[in-house]
């Protein structure tokens, strides 16, 4: 065994945690998942599905066929034990912005005006962060619906929006929104986000989450 010690990163309830832990440089990256998910009681089903975690390192994820030492881990790491979305990565990099959310949780001040979303319901989503997180409830996966200003669990059966789907953020009296690397995409007025560069959002535009609608109202 060849010791290393490393800071390892990951959701707990909902909330990131860290901890220092020694890992042995020989063993293979699947095995040490294995262990890591089973040592810090992390869940492995999600509605009878298996989840799958990912080792990642300076934005590069772990292939599990290697070891650590063969994946260059070394001593004083910052490591992330995390699940991504299909969709969350380009190749093996993930993007800042994904790892980032790994927290789980809007964040800002409070938002100083009066903002929502409206679905085809009527139902209202009150905005309440500068920093908004819209998608679907998952306390399992560090998603519980306080970590969401718009939970939209309740009108999405077929579940196609993702746990963070979008971000809307207020700033300098403005409006934008993010798409955060969702499965489905995110559609504004009929047009889609990229999730590399943030849309202006105006009062009445249209927004579409997977198979989901909302409309965004804003009182300035």
């Given at each position: 065994m060849i010791p290393v010690n490393i800071t390892l990163q990951y959701l707990n309830n909902g909330v990131k945690d860290s901890r220092r832990i020694k890992l042995s440089l020989d063993a293979y990256v699947r095995d040490t998942i294995f262990k890591l998910v089973n040592d810090l009681h992390l869940p492995t089903t999600n509605d009878q599905e298996a989840l799958?975690?990912?080792?990642?390192?300076?934005?590069?994820?772990?292939?599990?066929?290697?070891?650590?030492?063969?994946?260059?881990?070394?001593?004083?790491?910052?490591?992330?034990?995390?699940?991504?979305?299909r969709n969350a990565t380009v190749g093996n990099t993930v993007t800042g912005a994904v790892l980032a959310r790994m927290g789980g949780k809007a964040g800002g001040a409070p938002l100083p005006i009066s903002a929502a979303l409206f679905d085809?319901?009527?139902?209202?989503?009150?905005?309440?962060?500068?920093?908004?997180?819209?998608?679907?409830?998952?306390?399992?996966?560090?998603?519980?619906?306080e970590s969401l200003d718009a939970d939209l669990t309740e009108v999405d059966p077929g579940k196609t929006v993702s746990r963070p789907h979008a971000l809307i953020v207020f700033?300098?009296?403005?409006?934008?929104?993010?798409?955060?690397?969702?499965?489905?995409?995110?559609?504004?007025?009929?047009e889609r986000v990229s999730p590399s560069k943030a849309a202006m959002l105006q009062d009445g535009d249209s927004l579409t989450l997977g198979d989901v609608s909302v409309q965004f109202r804003c009182e300035t």
């Open positions: 799958t975690y990912h080792l990642i390192r300076q934005h590069q994820i772990l292939d599990g066929n290697l070891t650590l030492l063969e994946v260059q881990v070394q001593e004083g790491d910052i490591l992330q034990l995390t699940l991504l979305d085809s319901a009527g139902r209202r989503y009150d905005l309440r962060h500068s920093r908004a997180l819209i998608g679907r409830a998952d306390t399992k996966l560090g998603y519980p619906p700033n300098n009296g403005e409006f934008t929104i993010r798409d955060l690397y969702s499965q489905r995409g995110l559609m504004l007025n009929g």
